[in-house]
Every structure is written in structure tokens, then in C-alpha cells.
């Protein structure tokens, strides 16, 4: 039994700036309590700020009889887990959406290692954008296709390996996010929309960062884009902006009763607490009503990338993830403990997350702190660093 080797790889990764910890930390809505000194922060997927409202809690207390609600659903849902709060929440997202179908997981985590295996086969191909997310990579890796990667963002290459390949299989699976977790840029739906219709291929979006965020509905990029009909899978989670837990796709019933009847990490997992599932379908029904804090983060993320790019630094997207390009794993670092000691909870993203040369610190803005708030966070940037 070699134990040393774990070791020596903690040691290397200590020397490349590049070493994980958990983070002993208490939250206050949009603050954060670290080593006795209270943080905005800014390192969350509270994105409309909806886990502090208190407003919120209140109403769905009122109108929900939570006591008879329970805190564990002690079965997977195939078993006796499927609570009937989990048909009322898919029927909202399939009415919301309106599509034919719609089935709810315990996470994205669930929903991206499982969906693509459970629908692919050996004879296919699925082609994902490069910066796709590690579940999504994860479930590709559980999959038996052929895997095949397209620049970031670039329909010219994915229109490249389509027209050299798509012959070759059954069915093709084209992969991408709306909005992308590390440069917070958005995808242009309707280019491959086109393209999935072009050569006959399958649409597979996952909106965890738009879900809430972006749509006159807050249906994210799809809706925002008008094109949800368009697209065949659509993936979004519960524990962003929605301040819950889980995730669903909506897709065709066809593929809803296939991947109850296939997928392993649907099937094999014990089902959300009903309560849970309860609090989501309050939000959901909610969700259209937020539009001033979708207004109110676009102006923010607007006003800190215009600040950034004033005093020098790299920036990249158009959403409410703004990066800030530091360079190497130790400036990153380095920055994110300025920022700490100055009262802003902030985070490195270090490589291998993001390639070499390129880490940064990742601003996650909450629709609920105040602009005063902010107009700190601004006049630090612009004039606290030199």
C-alpha cells in the first residue's frame, strides 16, 4: 500500500499555487463571516439574492402546509420516493416551457453524468464545446459515443467536424452551455439551432447560470433567444439563482419515459426531500416575477467589466460571472487574499480549471446587495490597487 504517492502529489500542487481547501464560513444573506471579519460575498450562485429574501420564506410558509412535508423522501423515485410535489413541479416546468415533457433530478450533477449515456450509443457521436463543464465531460466519459470537441464558441469548427463526420453515425449530439462558468460569455443559440437542424442532429443546452437570470420569463438563454422549441434537451438547475436544490431537463416525452426507464443517476439515487421540491416549485412560479433583478445584475456586471477594463485588467462575456484575469496560480491567489483582507469574499480559479496563464478571480454578483455595497467593491478596483 503506497500512500506516499498521494502525498507527493499534495506537495506538487501546493508548489504550483495550486492547493484546495474547505473554507469554514457563516452566511448572513448576501454577507459572509470568515475568521471573525464579515465579507461581501461575491463568490456565490445566489444570483437574484432569493435565499436571503425573507418575504419569499414567508409566503411559501403561509401557503404551503410544510409539517406534513417531510425532510427526506427515503427512496429513490421508481421506488416510493416520487412524491406528488415532483409531478406539479413538472408539470409547471413543461407548462412554463411549453413542451411536451419534463423530469427533475437531484442535481445538474445527476442530470449531465446522466442523460448523454442513458440516450447514446456506441453508433453515435456527441461534439461538445471545449469549455464545456466537468459534469458534462464526466457524462461524456460515462458514455459509449465517440466524443469529439469544437472550439469555444465556434460554429465555423463545429460546422467543420459535422460535415467530416456526421455520415459516420446514427445519431449526433451537438453540447454546449448558454452561459460558460468561467468567462461568463453566452452562446449564440439560433447559429446552432441551425446547425443541429442542418444535419439532422440533437440540440443538448445546459442553462445553469442562465436559469433565473436571463429571459423576460427567467427561463434563461433559450427563452431570451426564442428558440426553447428548437432545442431538444434542455438542462437547468435549482441551486443558482433559484436558491434550491436539483435540476430537470424538458425535452419530448418520448425521451422523458426513456430516461426513467434507463438512466442510472435517476434511477439509482434516493429522490429530493418533498419539502425541497415544494420550496423549488414556489420559486418557479415566481421566477417570471424578478425581472427588476435581472435588470438590476446587468447593470452591475455592465459598470464592474467597464471598471476593469479601465484599469488594465483582462475581462471576458456579457453575463453576471465577470472575470478578472490575474495571470498565474500565485497572483490569483494573491488577489483573492487583497480582496479578502479589504472585505470581499472572493475566489481563485486556478489550472487546471482554467489553462495556464489564464487564472483569475471570478466575480459571482447577487441581484440583492445593495448598489452602495457595490460602489465599495467599484472604488476599491479603481482606486485601492495599484
Known amino acids: 500500500m503506497d500512500i506516499?504517492?498521494?502525498?507527493?502529489?499534495?506537495?506538487?500542487?501546493?508548489?504550483?499555487?495550486?492547493?484546495?481547501?474547505?473554507?469554514?464560513?457563516?452566511?448572513?444573506?448576501?454577507?459572509?463571516?470568515?475568521?471573525?471579519?464579515?465579507?461581501?460575498?461575491?463568490?456565490?450562485?445566489?444570483?437574484?439574492?432569493?435565499?436571503?429574501?425573507r418575504r419569499l420564506k414567508e409566503e411559501f410558509y403561509?401557503?404551503?402546509?410544510?409539517?406534513?412535508?417531510?425532510?427526506?423522501?427515503?427512496?429513490?423515485?421508481?421506488?416510493?420516493?416520487?412524491?406528488?410535489?415532483?409531478?406539479?413541479?413538472?408539470?409547471?416546468?413543461?407548462?412554463?416551457?411549453?413542451?411536451?415533457?419534463?423530469?427533475?433530478?437531484?442535481?445538474?450533477?445527476?442530470?449531465?453524468?446522466?442523460i448523454l449515456p442513458a440516450l447514446s450509443s456506441k453508433r453515435d457521436l456527441i461534439v461538445a464545446d471545449k469549455l464545456v463543464h466537468a459534469s458534462i465531460i464526466d457524462?461524456?466519459?460515462?458514455?459509449?459515443?465517440?466524443?469529439?470537441?469544437?472550439?469555444?464558441?465556434?460554429?465555423?469548427?463545429?460546422?467543420?467536424?459535422?460535415?467530416?463526420?456526421?455520415?459516420?453515425y446514427e445519431n449526433v449530439f451537438i453540447v454546449t452551455e448558454s452561459i460558460f462558468s468561467m468567462d461568463g460569455d453566452t452562446v449564440d443559440l439560433l447559429e446552432l439551432?441551425?446547425?443541429?437542424?442542418?444535419?439532422?442532429?440533437?440540440?443538448y443546452l445546459d442553462e445553469a447560470h442562465a436559469l433565473g437570470v436571463r429571459g423576460t420569463n427567467g427561463l434563461g438563454c433559450?427563452?431570451?433567444?426564442?428558440?426553447?422549441?428548437?432545442?431538444?434537451?434542455?438542462?437547468?438547475t435549482f441551486g443558482k439563482a433559484f436558491a434550491s436544490l436539483g435540476a430537470f431537463v424538458v425535452c419530448k416525452d418520448i425521451f422523458r419515459e426513456y430516461l426513467i426507464n434507463t438512466q442510472r443517476s435517476l434511477i439509482f439515487s434516493t429522490a429530493l426531500p418533498p419539502v425541497n421540491v415544494a420550496w423549488t416549485r414556489f420559486i418557479l412560479n415566481h421566477i417570471p416575477d424578478f425581472d427588476d433583478l435581472r435588470v438590476k445584475i446587468k447593470e452591475?456586471?455592465?459598470?464592474?467589466?467597464?471598471?476593469?477594463?479601465?484599469?488594465?485588467?483582462?475581462?471576458?462575456?456579457?453575463?453576471?460571472?465577470?472575470?478578472?484575469?490575474?495571470?498565474?496560480?500565485?497572483?490569483?491567489?494573491?488577489?483573492?487574499?487583497?480582496?479578502?483582507?479589504?472585505?470581499?469574499f472572493v475566489l481563485p480559479v486556478r489550472y487546471p480549471t482554467v489553462p495556464k496563464g489564464q487564472a483569475r478571480i471570478r466575480f459571482s454578483l447577487n441581484?440583492?446587495?445593495?448598489?452602495?455595497d457595490y460602489e465599495c467593491l467599484f472604488d476599491f478596483l479603481e482606486n485601492g490597487i495599484e
Open 300 to 344: 452591475i456586471s455592465d459598470k464592474l467589466r467597464t471598471i476593469l477594463i479601465r484599469k488594465g485588467y483582462q475581462t471576458a462575456g456579457d453575463s453576471h460571472i465577470v472575470p478578472m484575469i490575474c495571470g498565474s496560480n500565485e497572483s490569483s491567489v494573491e488577489m483573492a487574499e487583497l480582496l479578502r483582507e479589504n472585505g470581499f
Open 222 to 236: 433559450a427563452e431570451e433567444q426564442a428558440c426553447i422549441a428548437d432545442i431538444d434537451f434542455i438542462v437547468g
Open 193 to 203: 439551432c441551425a446547425l443541429k437542424k442542418e444535419f439532422d442532429a440533437f440540440l
Open 139 to 168: 457524462g461524456i466519459r460515462l458514455s459509449d459515443a465517440e466524443m469529439m470537441r469544437y472550439h469555444h464558441c465556434d460554429t465555423e469548427h463545429l460546422r467543420s467536424i459535422l460535415q467530416q463526420h456526421r455520415e459516420k
Open 62 to 114: 403561509a401557503e404551503t402546509d410544510v409539517k406534513a412535508l417531510t425532510f427526506s423522501a427515503v427512496s429513490s423515485r421508481l421506488l416510493s420516493g416520487n412524491h406528488e410535489y415532483y409531478g406539479l413541479l413538472e408539470a409547471d416546468l413543461r407548462n412554463l416551457y411549453e413542451v411536451e415533457a419534463a423530469l427533475v433530478f437531484n442535481s445538474g450533477y445527476h442530470a449531465n453524468i446522466g
Open 4 to 53: 506516499e504517492r498521494y502525498i507527493n502529489k499534495l506537495n506538487t500542487s501546493k508548489e504550483a499555487g495550486n492547493y484546495r481547501r474547505l473554507h469554514n464560513t457563516q452566511h448572513n444573506g448576501f454577507l459572509i463571516h470568515e475568521n471573525g471579519k464579515e465579507l461581501l460575498n461575491l463568490s456565490s450562485n445566489d444570483y437574484l439574492g432569493l435565499s436571503s429574501n
Open 367 to 372: 441581484a440583492a446587495i445593495p448598489e452602495d
